[in-house]
């Protein structure tokens, strides 16, 4: 499917999403819709609200307010659903060290209910795209910290999902694993795939997203393309934007 | 509930067991080496003594005036708890069942020996001789030890009257060896609650196991596939329940080696077995408790002592050699019903059928349907947190 054609239909869509934790407003009122065929970066600083959207798409988050939905599935009263077509790599690492990363990656396409006869082409294909199928056999404590991240995007990829949702994914890897990352996520995106991904790297929002969104204390501040969002704020790139719109503060959280 | 799904959380954990050395240790290797410590530490006889036996007697020849003193002699003695019983079915059934921990049965024609003795007494031409059985309580080893003389003792300063024990009577014993009591140790009495000792450890691991998969966040991660809490709850019941098997296996084969053969055919072997596994789902719902309320996995080790201790102390061969009391508060543990069960198959021969393995096999099964399913309630509040 050519990308233009694939862009028609919005994969997700999140309208008025409110979260709190007691009396801490975590996002507020964001709203947002994100066609296939697009890379999106939700872009803020440490507890912005980036993860919290994430879990609330993933429907591990209940929202206060406000509704999820992907692909028209509604991410709570639909979640068995709209779970089938998502592929989650979470800010954690979140791979089981004792099993090898091919076992890891085999065990997310089984409770996928991906069928036999495709899931060892698959998960050669995954592992392969991210630069581990000649490690695939070593148990997982043995890898590397962007090793153990690798083998995290080849589990949520390895049902070829139509959603993709990336919490950080780059984090520790060296610039060739990050460029072999890159040029996989954009050959899903060519694929007619939405992902959404949160990164506080910004040469690779720059590089990577269609679009981007900044949020700050759970609202969103500025939504554009990378290059409109410089043009807009006259900035040399797109950290300078950021740091113009978020301020040099340093934030802690998560 | 997708049995596909089960079934690859499963695979994980068995992966898991014997690749992590922690778990395998304790699970495997933990066992094994308790049942050998125990079974070259407690091979031969020792422990403690029982002030009062119970036992039964049937007269086979009818309740005459020798059997009904004879049976006041024992009770009379103070060293005996002595129940008479009309047949042999009913007496064999107890003893079978741990209500009795000797049965003597007293031959049709022992009326007629001690009558020919007392009329006769440096005759023996003149006696009808005959011979007492005793059938002991293999569950019980020091009555294999005790019991028999005492009750040479009994029967001939009261019933027949004699002073000497150099005094030949009418009156044989049936030797002990005919009820297997050769070899008896302490360890024959330990040994089935060694299974459930085993076991018990399994209430650690599966609570570890959950709350460092939450704390790496990949419980996290599977909860956003489309598998269900139930799919996850039932891998680690698929999961655990072949490491129980084979647990089980294990202490068998070494407790068998160490020279406790248990008196169960097929039947009793695999009721057995069966009941050591419906334990290991108890276990499992315990583990999802401690998982629950505990922040992390160092904590969850601690917690875990809260199910583990009472049932390790309470239901399992440590029970037997503390106080009445505490033996009954082990009542309400799930561990004591299987050792207890265990005893009664394999110990001391009874049928799956007899009321008190049937009372044990019931206990256990409801306890340990209801401690998992609140372990697997209380675990899907968790796994969302």
Known sequence: MQREEAQAAVAISIDNLTVEYGPVRAVDGLTLAIPTAEVFGLLGPNGSGKTTTINCLTGLLRPTKGTVRVLGLDAQSDGQEARKVLGVSPQETAVYPYLTGEENVRLFGELYSVPKKVLGARIDYVLEKVGLLDEAKRRVSKYSGGMKRRVSIAMALVTDPKVVLLDEPTVGMDPQARRAVWDFILELRDEGKAIMLTTHYMEEAEELCDEVGIIDHGRLIELGAPGDLRTKYQARDLEDVFIRLTGRRIREGA | ?385
Request: net charge neutral; proline share 4%.
């Open chain 2, 1 to 385: 509930m997708k049995l596909g799904h089960a079934l690859a959380l499963a695979k994980k954990d068995w992966k898991r067991v014997f690749r992590e050395p922690a778990f395998l240790f304790l699970l495997i290797l933990f066992p094994i080496m308790l049942t050998v410590a125990f079974g070259t530490s407690f091979g031969a006889l020792g422990g403690s003594q029982t002030t009062q036996f119970k036992i039964g007697i049937v007269a086979l020849g009818g309740n005459s005036s020798a059997p009904s003193q004879l049976s006041h002699d024992l009770s009379a003695s103070g060293a005996f708890a002595v129940t008479d019983y009309a047949d042999n079915r009913s007496a064999q059934s107890a003893l079978s069942q741990g209500q009795l921990q000797a049965l003597i049965l007293l031959p049709a024609g022992f009326e007629q020996s001690v009558q020919s003795f007392r009329a006769h007494m440096s005759d023996p031409r003149e006696w009808t001789n005959s011979t007492i059985s005793i059938y002991l309580d293999k569950g019980s080893p020091v009555t294999a030890q005790v019991i028999p003389p005492m009750l040479v003792q009994v029967l001939d300063q009261g019933v027949l009257g004699i002073k000497s024990a150099a005094q030949s009577t009418p009156l044989s014993i049936s030797s002990p060896s005919d009820v297997e009591v050769q070899g008896t140790s302490v360890f024959q009495s330990f040994a089935p609650g060694l299974f459930a000792f085993a076991s018990i450890y399994m209430i650690m691991i599966v609570a570890q196991s959950y709350t460092t998969d939450r704390e790496t966040g990949v419980l996290g991660r599977i909860m956003v596939t489309p598998t269900t809490s139930a799919d996850i709850v039932m891998g680690s019941a698929l999961s655990y329940l072949v490491v129980a098997l084979f647990q089980a296996l294990l202490v068998y084969a070494c407790v068998y080696a160490l020279g406790y053969h248990p008196d169960a055919g097929m039947g009793g072997l695999a009721a057995g077995f069966l009941i050591i596994m419906v334990f290991a789902l108890c276990n499992i719902g315990f583990g999802l408790i401690t998982a629950a309320v505990s922040k992390s996995a160092g904590a969850a080790t601690g917690i875990s002592f809260i199910f583990l201790m009472p049932q390790l102390f309470l239901g399992t061969f440590v029970g037997s050699a503390l106080s009445p009391t505490a033996q009954e508060a082990g009542r309400f543990l799930p561990a004591y019903y299987v050792t207890d069960a265990l005893t009664s198959l394999w110990t001391r021969g009874a049928s799956v059928t007899s009321p008190v393995v049937m009372t044990d096999l019931v206990a256990v099964v409801l306890s340990s349907v209801a401690i998992l399913a609140v372990g697997a309630l209380i675990f899907r509040r968790m796994a969302s947190r």
